[in-house]
């Protein structure tokens, strides 16, 4: 039996996976934004590099080895459920949406484990406004985690149709039930 669900999220999670790696590493290596230092791009975005020992928006920073451990394994166990939901999933969002979210989990973990921290590059701002600063990874996750919330609504809004429509079925003409 076929699977396009899961071969959708998981190529969602291999592809989200591997850009962020490889955008990582151009930005790392061949461009040496370490050594350079920031890159404006246009008026409002530049590329920056900030090593994020914690989780998002540099919340719970970890310098030691256990927190860094720990924030992998989360990271790690994340990815693991989200594959695991998308075993089960039967419709095309969520599936494409749980592979952004595994995907991204797994490349900020790879982040932690092979570089100590996640490595963060997109910066936008707008005069004093900052937003925080980025990478694909996050990105993807932020997508999938609004997927999912899109579809949660979404059914929970045609299951709601559906069960109005069902129970209209079963009453009769004068709001009693129609078996009887």
Known sequence: MARPYLTVG???A??????DQAVKWWFLVPLDIAGRGPMRVTSFFEIVLVWNRGISY???QQDGQAGRFFLIAVSAIAAIL????LLRVRAMLPALSL??????ALANAIDRLLRGAVVDLF????GDFSWYVFNLADAAIVA????LLYDSFRAGHNGAKNSAENASQQDGPDGTDAKS
Not at 14 to 19: D, E, G, P, S, Y
Not at 82 to 85: C, D, S
Not at 123 to 126: I, M, Q, R, S, T
Request: hydrophobic residues 70%; without cysteine.
């Open 58 to 60: 540099g919340l719970f």
């Open 123 to 126: 910066h936008f701002y707008v």
């Open 144 to 147: 999938g985690v609004a997927g």
């Open 82 to 85: 989200m594959l695991i939901w």
């Open 99 to 104: 592979g952004l979210v595994a995907g991204g």
């Open 10 to 12: 998981l190529a969602a």
């Open 14 to 19: 291999v592809i989200t996976l591997i850009a």
